[in-house]
């Protein structure tokens, strides 16, 4: 096996990725790169790994794109192979799903449990995405105080104790009844039915945690 690194083939090649700033497909110039170039009895491949500099916010970003020589499939469409490449980048934004604004505000355990649940949704990890949904939710009950011996009692305990709203509580018991059916039959939930759950975790933590704590600050003087 032959081996060869290359330093900066791609710097300078233009790309146009989804911004982890500007949350929209922008332009990014390569800043630096190294090729990892393996070429043995029929096969060869090759891995980039590259520093992006985004055109419009300047901010940075990692990227990785990889091939090798099997790298090709056939369309059935059209009749004819073509060849593809993987790309991975870092932070990961595949999905085009990011943190609500002042997420740093929320509380150590449900900001942890929030943003590795940010990761597995952009990363298309639906089963482990469906978990992170009722880790959220259980760290919200930890965090504030809820008691019972299940995460469905805690529930109704934080609806009882007026902290959460009926209605949050039974959207929450449909997220919770989502994270089961990731834990205990492997069962990856839909896109459709992830953005949605996101959509009401991100506004419950908006409701519980940031604006309560915007509101102190912004308001402070008022009585």
């Known amino acids: 096996m ?22 929209i497909a922008q332009k990014h110039v390569v800043l630096t790169s190294l090729e990892d170039c393996i070429d043995e009895d029929n096969f060869g491949s090759v891995k980039s790994y590259q520093i992006v500099q985004c055109q419009n916010c300047d901010s940075l970003c990692f990227r990785s794109e990889y091939a090798d020589s099997e790298s090709h499939a056939y369309d059935p469409e059209t009749g004819e192979d073509f060849e593809w490449t993987q790309v991975d ?21 449900v900001r942890q449990a929030y943003d590795e649940l940010i990761d597995a949704m952009n990363a298309g990890q ?35 104790k007026k902290a959460i709203t009926q209605v949050d509580a039974s959207i929450l018991h449909k997220l919770r009844s989502l994270g089961n059916a990731s834990a205990h039959e ?6 459709e039915q992830l953005d949605l759950a996101m959509n009401v975790v991100e506004h419950l933590l908006l409701g519980t945690y940031i604006h309560p704590r915007l509101a102190q600050s912004v308001f402070k003087d008022s009585k």
């Not at 032959?2 to 949350?23: M, N, S, V």
């Not at 930890?142 to 995460?151: M, P, T, W």
């Not at 492997?186 to 896109?191: G, H, R, T, V």
């Open 2 to 23: 032959e081996r060869k690194i290359i330093k900066d083939k791609t710097a300078g090649e233009k790309l146009k990725i989804i911004c982890g700033e500007c949350r």
């Open 89 to 109: 980048i870092f932070p990961h934004r595949t999905a085009g799903r990011f943190k609500i604004k002042d997420s740093f505000l929320l509380p150590i355990g």
């Open 126 to 160: 639906r089963i482990l995405a469906g978990l992170g949904i009722r880790v959220v939710v259980e760290s919200i009950c930890v965090d504030l105080n809820a008691e019972g011996d299940s995460l469905y009692k805690k529930i109704n305990d934080l609806s009882l």
């Open 186 to 191: 492997a069962k990856p939930s839909s896109a």
